[in-house]
Each structure stands twice: as C-alpha cells, then as structure tokens.
C-alpha cells in the first residue's frame, strides 16, 4: 500500500486506497454473514442540530454503511432538543436488535453532557469506542471497542511495519479520542511509548527519537522536517482547514513536504487517516454484530 514521488523519499501510506480495500473485504463479510446466518449489520447515527460539517461526516457514513451492504440508520434531532429526549432516543436504540452500533456525532449542543450521554450507549453497541467501559476494557488489554480514527492508524501501521514491537513510539496529542487510545493500541504491540502534549518540553527533541510519529494536534504543519528521524514512519491525524492563495485546503499537523524527505513512510493530508476512519467504524459496527450474535471477530478488524 505504499508508493513514491519524485519530490520525496518517503513511501506514502494510501489510506484513500487502504480504505477502499478495507471496505471491500467488510462487505464481502457482511454478504457471508447475511447468507449464512441471515443477520444484516445495522449502524445508527444521531446527529443534533446543525452542524455543517457534522452533517456532511454524519451523510458521509450513511452512504458508506449502505455501500458494505449494512442497515443505516439515521436519526436528526434540533439542536434544542432536550438532553432526556435524547437519552430516551439511546435506550431505543439500545434496546433495537436491528441496531448493533450507535455512534452520537461529536460536538454536542452545549446544554448536553457529551460524558453522559456517550455513557448511556450500550458498551457492546458503542461504535466509536468512547464508552468509559470499553475505554477500561482498552486499557487493560481486554476485548474492547477500539476508537476508529486510532484503529486505523494501527492498521496501516501494521500493514506498513508489520511487528510494532519494541519500537520507539511518540504521540502528540493526548486526546480521549485520538492521542490517548493511540497510545494505549502502541503500547498494546509492545511499543515504548511517548505521549506528547501542549506542555511537553523540547517537543522537537522528544519527536527526533520517534521509529513511529503520531500526530494529533490540530496545528496546521506543527511537526517540521528537521523533528522526524530518518526513515521513521509518520502519521498525521490532523485536518486542518486553512486559506492558500485564497483557496480553502486541507492540511495535516506535519509539514508533508519537508517530513517526506526525511521519513520512511508518511500519511497524506488529505488521504491518508481520514478515509480510514469510516472504514474502521463500519469494521466497529460488523464486530459488535457479531459478538452480538455469539459469532468469532470478524477476521482483521479487531486490534
Ligand atoms: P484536541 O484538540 O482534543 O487535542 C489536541 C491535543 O494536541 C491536546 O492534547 C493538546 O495538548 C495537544 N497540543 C495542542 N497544541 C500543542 C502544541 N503546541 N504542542 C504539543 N501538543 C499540542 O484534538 P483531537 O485529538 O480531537 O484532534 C487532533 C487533530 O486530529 C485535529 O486536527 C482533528 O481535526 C484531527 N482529527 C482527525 C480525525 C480523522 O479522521 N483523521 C479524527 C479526529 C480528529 P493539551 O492536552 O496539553 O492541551
């Protein structure tokens, strides 16, 4: 999954073409599982209020999940809705056997809990893995449901490295979404792991001894050329929107440029972790369908 440009040194990690890939082999296990067992996968997605961007990730998903084959199931509320209504709405869905993931699309209007309510989905139906239980479950290397956007980056890691072991791993970024379940995956493969943050000293130096830089900041091209190790593997989670020559772009954490001279594999921004996220929730959604069904994992979707 890798290939080079004349400008850079760099393998560049396809996640458009990962994606693609990935998607492909969960359709053909949802076509297995529809014909021998006659279950349909089914992922529901509450998006509240209007959010332009949260409504086109939120269609975004819908076309996907149908694509592979799976029940979409989609659920708009105002942005006034009351936090009960929305609770209520989970314990549908939680009590939904057509309904096997449940993803409630992140920001929430700020009168709600977003705590509270990630907190009232069902764990086994948990798509996107930021249940308390399943962050537990993660952390102390049991069977969990594993945050998408990280689950990706490992499996392209994986794919491109092969064994992580006894790598030198530094993730910046210390999110509950992306920076700390990334750094509890590396650690999970036996990475000697760093995470890195705002307060974190002499950044730079902390990055130069990374086999493996995770970016995840959300600081257009923070992460310079001269911070990589030669032929470290670099993965930029960030999506940044910014202005050039009076044209919207999308950029990751890392200066592409300068980093692709130095590294020995690196993520595209736009194409590389962002593709892979759906990916990994529809892999989420076929997983938690069938450890519902007292079915083995799905082969290669799970850490
Ligand atoms: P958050 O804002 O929640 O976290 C950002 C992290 O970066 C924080 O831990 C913060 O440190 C750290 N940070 C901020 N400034 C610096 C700095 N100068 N030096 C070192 N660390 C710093 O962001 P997310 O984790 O939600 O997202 C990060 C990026 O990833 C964003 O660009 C987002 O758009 C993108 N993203 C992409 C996804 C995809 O599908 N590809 C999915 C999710 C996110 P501290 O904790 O000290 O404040």
Redesign the pocket.
């Given at each position: 999954m890798a290939g080079t440009t004349a400008e850079t040194t760099a393998a560049i990690i396809d996640g458009k073409a990962f994606a693609a890939g990935l998607r492909a082999r969960i359709a053909t296990q949802v076509a297995e599982l529809k014909a021998a067992q006659g279950i349909t996968p089914g992922l529901a997605v509450v998006l509240v209020g209007e959010d332009p961007a949260s409504a086109v990730y939120v269609r975004n998903k819908g076309i996907q999940t149908r694509e592979v084959g799976m029940s979409s199931f989609e659920h708009k509320l105002p942005a006034e809705t009351p936090e009960a209504d929305l609770l209520a709405l989970i314990d549908r869905l939680n009590a939904d056997p057509a309904v096997h993931g449940i993803l409630v699309q992140l920001p929430l209007p700020g009168h709600m809990d977003a705590t509270k309510v990630i907190n009232a989905i069902a764990p086994a139906k948990d798509a996107d893995g930021f249940h308390i239980l399943n962050v537990g479950l993660l952390g102390t290397g049991q069977k969990a449901m594993v945050p998408c956007?990280p689950l990706g980056c490992l499996m392209m890691l994986r794919d491109h490295l092969g064994s992580l072991a006894g790598l030198n791993a530094v993730v910046?970024?210390?999110?509950n979404?992306?920076?700390k379940p990334m750094a509890q995956l590396l650690l999970n493969e036996s990475c000697t792991v760093t995470v890195?943050?705002?307060?974190?000293r002499d950044?730079p130096d902390v990055c130069r001894g990374a086999d493996i830089l995770v970016a995840?900041?959300?600081?257009p091209g923070?992460i310079k050329g001269d911070w990589v190790k030669p032929g470290a593997t670099v993965i930029d989670?960030?999506?940044?929107r910014i202005e050039v020559d009076g044209k919207a772009r999308l950029v990751g954490?890392v200066d592409y440029a300068a980093a692709a001279r130095v590294a020995g594999a690196i993520t595209p921004v736009p194409g590389g972790?962002?593709p892979m996220?759906i990916a990994c929730l529809l892999a989420n959604t076929l997983t938690a369908c069938c450890r519902a069904n007292g079915l083995p994992d799905p082969e290669g979707l799970t850490p």
């Open positions: 956007t910046v970024g210390r999110s979404i992306v920076g890195a943050h705002s307060r974190t950044l995840a900041v959300g600081r923070m989670v960030g999506i940044n954490d972790v962002g996220t």
